[in-house]
């Protein structure tokens, strides 16, 4: 469709929008955004929209939306999936997507969801000051169990052969699953800056910190992680870093 892209998402924080500006920035395709709103302009405009938008689009619980045409979706993983064989971003062989598709989702789990949990380990909708004590303790637990067997897992994944050759998730191919996962990392670093570089100095995660690195070199993906399009991380988003919480591994 000749219809421009258009996210609609809070504005303040990256959060889950940011997968995808990220590859709508990779691609360099046009898009409109709602992050130069302001915060209650923004908000409005959200809440609007999740009350459906007609043309047999339902109404969404929750941000980020994306409108394509007459066509409005919800769920970040959903909104990848749609627009990754779009932008040449889902992967060069048969069923490349889905594979695509199953690696973007679990960065999002455990990099994203358990991230998130560890700040709000009760209630999403109890404010953190009255969960705090349980917030350090679950934030503990993640470092020292979770953090170790998640960063495993990326590694085995980056040096299985059967991926081929290249740098990438997919080998040689550059996938938005790529995209996720530094982005999920990256918000990780924010929110435990102290665990994550005791992960990297250990030498035992070498091939997922090279990725992170690599991503972030990409000429689209550096130019706009310098502009004022990347948003900052702050802490009421879900990336937050709490001193408490930001424990080293025993």
Same mark, same amino acid.
């Not at 209650?40 to 939306?65: I, M, S």
């Not at 530094?182 to 990297?200: N, S, V």
């Given at each position: ?48 929209? &999740?009350?459906?938008? %007609?043309? *047999?689009?339902? +109404? ?5 939306? /994306?409108?394509?045409? $007459? #066509? !409005? ?84 994944? &980056?040096?299985?052969? %059967?991926? *081929?050759?290249? +740098? ?5 191919? /550059?996938?938005?699953? $790529? #995209? !996720? ?70």
């Amino acid at each position: 469709m000749a219809a421009p892209y258009e996210l609609i998402y809070y504005t303040g924080v990256p959060g889950r929008g940011e997968h995808v500006r990220l590859i709508l920035e990779e691609a360099g395709a046009p898009y409109q955004d709602t992050q130069f709103l302001s915060f209650d302009e923004a908000r409005k405009n959200v809440t609007n929209w &999740l009350g459906g938008g %007609g043309h *047999g689009n339902p +109404p969404y619980f929750a941000p980020p939306l /994306f409108k394509h045409g $007459d #066509l !409005v979706i919800s769920q970040t993983p959903n909104i990848l999936l749609y627009l990754g064989p779009k932008l040449g971003l889902a992967g060069s062989r048969e069923n490349d997507l889905y594979r695509v598709n199953a690696l973007a989702s679990t960065a999002l789990d455990l990099l994203c969801n358990e991230v998130h949990d560890t700040h709000h380990p009760i209630a999403v909708m109890m404010p953190y000051e009255e969960q705090q004590e349980e917030s350090k303790r679950r934030s503990k637990y993640w470092v020292q169990n979770r953090l170790p067997t998640v960063l495993a897992y990326w590694q085995r994944v &980056l040096k299985n052969e %059967g991926r *081929g050759s290249g +740098p990438w998730l997919l080998g040689d191919t /550059f996938t938005y699953a $790529d #995209l !996720v996962l530094f982005q999920c990392l990256d918000g990780a670093y924010y929110a435990f800056p102290r665990a994550l570089k005791q992960a990297r100095e250990s030498g035992k995660y070498d091939k997922v910190f090279k990725h992170r690195e690599d991503v972030q070199a990409r000429p689209n993906i550096a130019a706009y992680l310098a502009s004022n399009r990347r948003q900052k991380y702050q802490d009421w988003g879900i990336y937050r870093h709490y001193e408490d919480n930001d424990v080293v591994a025993e």
